[in-house]
């Protein structure tokens, strides 16, 4: 499996973005899909989880503000990111693992390249 993360950017403290991951080869939907991110300085951080059959899971920084989601037909996962804070700058990536998704980084096989998002207050 093959991830491309894109969709970020510079945007002002409220605002949002929405982040899409696309991913090449077979199995898609079988695979659980995460959001993790990591600013300059400190440890990557798990921001939401999506699994081929159960719902979502947030980080505790972004719950209410994010929404995960997927389009198992277009090999694609989102993360909708709403009411961006500064705090939420970092490097965004997407990662899948074969079936249940996880909350543990460690656990996935398979990253993306990471698409950075900037949020000015």
């Known amino acids: 499996v093959q991830l491309q993360a894109f969709g970020g950017g510079l945007v002002k403290a409220g605002g949002s973005l929405r982040l899409s991951c696309a991913a090449s080869?077979?199995?898609?939907?079988?695979?659980?899909m995460g959001w993790f991110r990591q600013a300059p300085g400190k440890e990557r951080e798990f921001v939401a989880t999506?699994?081929?059959?159960?719902?979502?899971t947030y980080g505790n920084l972004v719950k209410g503000r994010f929404a995960i989601s997927r389009d198992n037909g277009k090999n694609t996962v989102y993360l909708q990111m709403n009411s961006l804070e500064p705090e939420d700058t970092a490097i965004y990536y997407c990662a899948a693992k074969a079936w249940m998704a996880s909350v543990k980084a460690s656990e996935y096989d398979y990253w993306g390249q990471g698409t950075q998002v900037t949020v000015s207050s």
């Open positions: 999506i699994g081929w059959s159960e719902g979502a």
């Open positions: 080869g077979r199995g898609f939907g079988s695979y659980g």
